[in-house]
T-cell receptor
Framework: DVKVTQSSRYLVKRTGEKVFLECVQD?????MFWYRQDPGLGLRLIYF???????EKGDIPEGYSVSREKKERFSLILESASTNQTSMYLC???????????FGSGTRLTVV | SQQGEEDPQALSIQEGENATMNCSYK?????LQWYRQNSGRGLVHLILIRSNEREKHSGRLRVTLDTSKKSSSLLITASRAADTASYFCATGHNYKLTFGKGTLLTVNP
């Protein structure tokens, strides 16, 4: 089975810190995604990547950046964490169009 | 952006009963997918139906798609307590998948 691993389940960071959320998939998938999930708002797409070194903005990219130096790893970066970035962050990957996504277990980030 | 909207927001049934959840969306799609999320965990892909398909089955799951009405339904038959979770529909277009806010299903033993 495809596995998507997010490096931390829970993370607490201080306002203004630079935060790295790491995601690794083990099935050579081209496409990787970062979502955040908030109560009442559902899942919202932050960034996605369809190839190494390629990135595309999703619906809410402000305050975030991403890095994809290797095919298996897609990192989400909060340049200067703020309290409104407290959320559940979900990474996903997929093989190609018309395939389902495989999600990681999520990272619950709290910014204090 | 196109977004699936699930209905109802919450559903509570007894074990053994069937559960039906509906999803409506606004624009054209390549496919529609259903996912399950157990509390505090990642999402699990259940089933994908392409825009040229009308019905699909997987075990106790049955999904229908009506592109003329821009709607889909997920039926879970003979529900079990372990089916308790949030269920999301997601509409796929090109590389992106857009999720609805989910239906919280509670199956009481």
């Amino acid at each position: 089975d495809v596995k998507v691993t997010q490096s931390s389940r829970y993370l607490v960071k201080r306002t203004g810190e630079k935060v790295f959320l790491e995601c690794v998939q083990d099935m050579d998938h081209e496409n990787m995604f970062w979502y955040r999930q908030d109560p009442g708002l559902g899942l919202r797409l932050i960034y996605f990547s369809y190839d190494v070194k390629m990135k595309e903005k999703g619906d809410i990219p402000e305050g975030y950046s991403v890095s994809r130096e290797k095919k298996e790893r897609f990192s989400l970066i909060l340049e200067s964490a703020s309290t409104n970035q407290t959320s559940m962050y979900l990474c996903a990957s997929k093989y190609a169009a018309n395939y389902g996504y495989t999600f990681g277990s999520g990272t619950r980030l709290t910014v204090v | 952006s196109q977004q699936g909207e699930e209905d109802p927001q919450a559903l509570s049934i007894q074990e053994g009963e069937n559960a039906t959840m509906n999803c409506s969306y606004k624009t054209s799609i390549n496919n529609l997918q259903w996912y399950r999320q157990n509390s505090g965990r990642g999402l699990v892909h259940l089933i994908l139906i392409r825009s040229n398909e009308r019905e699909k089955h997987s075990g106790r799951l049955r999904v229908t798609l009506d592109t003329s009405k821009k709607s889909s339904s997920l039926l879970i038959t003979a529900s079990r307590a372990a089916d308790t979770a949030s269920y999301f529909c997601a509409t796929g277009h090109n590389y992106k998948l857009t999720f609805g806010k989910g239906t919280l299903l509670t199956v009481n033993p």
